[in-house]
């Protein structure tokens, strides 16, 4: 295999074989970072609102990728054009790859047509975070809405999605729940295919 | 390059959770490109990496010294060697290789052919000083710094810039001897 590496060096980027998306680095890894990520955030901003909106937008640029990335390695280039279906793609496909299992679960809204939730008992991202009792209702959370929110975006599905800490009873730490609200043109063009 | 987790593997005990890799290395992706909004200058922005890494740095050295099953090191060449076999394999999973000694042993580099945070990168044509792994420097100046060992880390080579590997050259300045009582964080 003499110059396999320096062949990978000099093929450009979208030349190159696209992993199995099987490698891993240590939790402890990814938590140092995560948690820079925030902490240099936090620099930067004057409230909590501006913080969630710069890490919504940090896991964004994570959401789009992760879609096309996805879309490429399992699903033969397909895309749905269903909500349903992106949404479960977004429950199992992609949280399965970048968490290693798919959420603990995806429910309809009951009050809205448009609202869909996605729970976490322990979301990865929170695992070792405790909110400051001055942060009200922060949550770090917001970086996977926003990884969300960018899959959803890039297949064509616009979408609000927030992060939400529910408290459960019998627990000392609260589920986070991702609720998605799509926009009026997805919910209708869902209509329409129906 | 897949490494498979052996029992015997001191880097790869059960004690070290692990996560996706491209979840990792797009996070920091998403870092990298705040960082180049926010800062007009790419220098700026290295520095910043630099500042993250050296952060991660001072934390990450208590948790590879309480699960990595090592003993103090007795020389600088010792401490490279855990950095590029243990240390390198329990945070990143690669290895790295030890090389380029000076004759004082106070110079070496460590030498990546596999790099989890590039992966799908490509540096566009107005970034191209950015030192896109600087974190990595960062990292490794303030675990040594813990460990009272002050260095000068930077990149020499980077396959992104095209070159045949990733280097970093690790110096050895001095060795800080510990005070008591011990100074806070600034």
């Not at chain 1, 695992?127 to 009792?133: A, C, D, M, T």
């Not at chain 1, 609260?174 to 998605?180: S, V």
């Not at chain 2, 855990?82 to 000076?102: D, E």
């Not at chain 2, 000068?152 to 095209?162: I, N, S, T």
């Amino acid at each position: 295999m003499i110059g396999v590496g320096r062949a990978k060096q000099n093929l450009n980027v979208v030349d190159r074989p696209l992993g199995k998306g099987k490698s891993e680095v240590s939790l402890s890894a990814f938590a140092f970072l995560f948690s820079e990520l925030v902490q240099y955030n936090q620099g930067k901003v004057e409230n909590i609102a501006e913080l969630e909106h710069r890490l919504e937008e940090a896991g964004f640029g994570v959401g789009i990728r992760m879609l096309e990335l996805l879309c490429h390695r399992d699903k033969a280039n397909r895309r749905e054009t269903r909500v349903l279906g992106i949404l479960s793609f977004v429950h199992s496909t992609v949280w399965k790859s970048l968490f290693g299992k798919v959420a603990d679960s995806l429910e309809k809204g009951t009050e809205h047509e448009d609202e869909y939730m996605i729970s976490e008992k322990e979301l990865l991202v929170n695992r070792f975070v405790s909110v400051p009792g001055g942060m009200g209702g922060f949550n770090c959370g917001t970086f996977v809405a926003g990884i969300v929110k960018g899959v959803l975006d890039g297949a064509g599905f616009p979408a609000r999605v927030t992060a939400h800490f529910v408290a459960v009873e019998g627990q000392a730490r609260p589920r986070t729940t991702i609720l998605i609200k799509f926009a009026e043109e997805v919910v209708q063009r869902d209509a329409r295919l129906a | 390059m897949r490494a498979s987790l052996r029992p015997s593997d001191p880097a790869a005990s059960p004690a070290v959770e692990r996560v996706n890799a491209e979840l990792f290395t797009l996070t920091y992706g998403a870092i990298v490109r705040q960082l180049l909004t926010d800062y007009e200058e790419i220098d700026e922005v290295n520095k910043q990496l630099d500042t993250m890494g050296y952060n991660i740095g001072a934390r990450l050295v208590d948790d590879f010294l309480a699960k990595a099953n090592i003993t103090k090191c007795t020389d600088f060449r010792e401490t490279a060697d855990v950095i590029a076999k243990v240390g390198f394999k329990m945070f990143l999973n690669v290895t790295a290789t030890v090389a380029n000694w000076s004759s004082d042993n106070m110079e070496c580099s460590l030498i990546l052919d596999d790099n989890p945070l590039v992966d799908f990168v490509e540096l566009p044509e107005t970034c191209q000083g950015l030192s896109y792994c600087n974190i990595l420097c960062g990292v490794l100046r303030g675990a040594l710094e813990m460990v009272s060992m002050r260095t000068e880390v930077k990149f020499v080579k980077d396959m992104l810039r095209g070159d045949d590997a990733f280097e970093i050259r690790l110096k050895l300045l001095e060795h800080v001897p510990e005070e008591y009582p011990y100074k806070n964080d600034e």
